[in-house]
T-cell receptor, first 115, second 113 residues
Framework: SQQGEEDPQALSIQEGENATMNCSYK?????LQWYRQNSGRGLVHLIL?????REKHSGRLRVTLDTSKKSSSLLITASRAADTASYFC???????????????FGQGTILTVHP | EPEVTQTPSHQVTQMGQEVILRCVPI?????FYWYRQILGQKVEFLVS??????SEKSEIFDDQFSVERPDGSNFTLKIRSTKLEDSAMYFC???WGTGGEAFFGQGTRLTVV
């Protein structure tokens, strides 16, 4: 699999339910970032978790990072119809000081929240 | 809240024509990037720019592509002779430093006909 692979590819839930999306990656990282993209629109930064962090919260978002398994998860609690979007993880590699912040994105998870 | 702005939002061009996509990064940011997203595919890194020079580029960023920061605010991506396969959404991003969150613009949808 490629760097930054999300699963599931698509997720359909009812409003009020929780949505969990997973991301796996292959190389060591400085940090991992989650972005949201509404259809055909720009990328909105949601949360950044550093390689020395295990969990981070922001509002209804909870992100975990397991560097031993090279994986991360994004949990959206109490989902709303407005959360319908594509969600991407992006890794900032740890390249021994030669990284210039280049991000490698996964394929994304398409989340649909039904009212 | 400061934001990255891109113009135009949509550009249609004929194959073989040159296009310039424009971006105004966030003012105190030091690192600038271009990414592209072909419809239905993942976002791909094109190039990073720091201290007035390219710091890293991908295989996609061949001799047809160039970037420039012509003044203290604009950051441009030029495609010299567009191909049909250059049709994509192009995103500009900026960052105050590596290891921090990258802020993306709304994108320019380029359609080559």
């Amino acid at each position: 699999s490629q760097q930054g692979e999300e699963d599931p590819q698509a997720l359909s839930i009812q409003e009020g339910e929780n949505a969990t999306m997973n991301c796996s990656y292959k190389t060591s990282i400085n940090n991992l970032q989650w972005y949201r993209q509404n259809s055909g629109r720009g990328l909105v930064h949601l949360i950044l978790i550093r390689s020395n962090e295990r969990e981070k919260h922001s509002g209804r978002l909870r992100v975990t990072l397991d560097t031993s398994k090279k994986s991360s998860s994004l949990l959206i609690t109490a989902s709303r119809a407005a959360d319908t979007a594509s969600y991407f993880c992006a890794t900032d590699p740890n390249a021994g000081g030669t990284s210039y912040g280049k991000l490698t994105f996964g394929q994304g998870t398409i989340l649909t929240v039904h009212p | 809240e400061p934001e990255v702005t891109q113009t135009p939002s949509h550009q249609v061009t004929q194959m073989g024509q040159e296009v310039i996509l424009r971006c105004v990064p966030i003012s105190n940011h030091l690192y600038f990037y271009w990414y592209r997203q072909i419809l239905g595919q993942k976002v791909e890194f094109l190039v990073s720019f720091y201290n007035n020079e390219i710091s890293e580029k991908s295989e996609i960023f061949d001799d047809q592509f160039s970037v420039e920061r012509p003044d203290g605010s604009n950051f441009t991506l030029k495609i010299r002779s567009t191909k049909l396969e250059d049709s994509a959404m192009y995103f500009c991003a900026s960052n105050w430093g590596t290891g921090g969150e990258a802020f993306f613009g709304q994108g320019t949808r380029l359609t080559v006909v």
